[in-house]
């Protein structure tokens, strides 16, 4: 079965300072992968899908296969970047439904 | 322009009690998941529907119930709630063809 692995709980950044929230994920074939983005009181929602290769809010994130990961990066933290995140794979069989790694809650300090 | 709305947004259970959670959609989503949130463990699927009238188990299914009565409606019910059941319940839906999922606000639920 698949899996998606977000090591840190918690990452604390100041404003300006570069962000990379880790992704791993375990799946023999070619999954999807997305960031979610839960901010405070708001739903969640999607943030970047590695097929669009695009950049919103300012993060990209990379699918490397060869390490199993969707690292998401941010060269300059903003302060309304603070949030919960989540990595999430969907393998293209059956429910198409999303695994989610645990979440990395971001704080980006003044 | 709802998107996908829950009900309640918050409630607390005695051990035994039953109730059911609602969900809606307004986007015509063929597909519709319920999902659990606990801390440390981010989102687990309970039982999500392909479409109007099937429903399947997800990876933590035990405890639930769903009914998909309709393409718009997709309800999750407790029938004899357990402590071990509380958490945050999220529903979500998209369509097949579309890569994102759209989620609900929210319930959370406390069972004493």
């Known amino acids: 079965a698949q899996r998606v692995t977000q090591p840190e709980k918690l990452l604390s950044v100041f404003k300006g300072a570069p962000v990379e929230l880790k992704c791993n994920y375990s799946?023999?074939?070619?999954?999807?992968l997305f960031w979610y983005v839960q901010y405070s009181r708001q739903r969640l929602q999607l943030l970047l899908r590695?097929?669009s290769r695009e950049s919103i809010k300012g993060f990209t994130a990379d699918l490397n296969k060869g390490e199993t990961s969707f690292h998401l990066k941010k060269p300059f933290a903003q302060e309304e970047d603070s949030a919960m995140y989540y990595c999430?794979?969907?393998?293209?069989?059956?429910?198409?439904?999303?695994?989610f790694g645990s979440g990395t809650r971001l704080q980006v300090q003044p | 322009n709802a998107g996908v709305t829950q009900t309640p947004k918050f409630q607390v259970l005695k051990t035994g009690q039953s109730m059911t959670l609602q969900c809606a959609q307004d986007?015509?989503?063929?597909?519709m998941y319920w999902y659990r949130q606990d801390p440390g463990m981010g989102l687990r699927l309970i039982y999500y529907?392909?479409?109007?009238?099937?429903?399947d188990k997800g990876e933590v299914p035990n405890g639930y119930n769903v009914s998909r009565l309709n393409k718009r409606e997709f309800s999750l019910r407790l029938e004899s709630a357990a402590p071990s059941q509380t958490s945050v319940y999220f529903c979500a839906s998209k369509d097949p063809g579309d890569t994102e999922a759209f989620f609900g606000q929210g319930t959370r639920l406390t069972v004493v």
């Open positions: 529907s392909a479409s109007e009238g099937t429903t």
């Open positions: 999430a794979l969907r393998v293209d069989t059956g429910r198409r439904a999303l695994t």
């Open positions: 799946y023999s074939g070619s999954p999807e």
């Open positions: 590695h097929i």
């Open positions: 986007m015509n989503h063929n597909s």
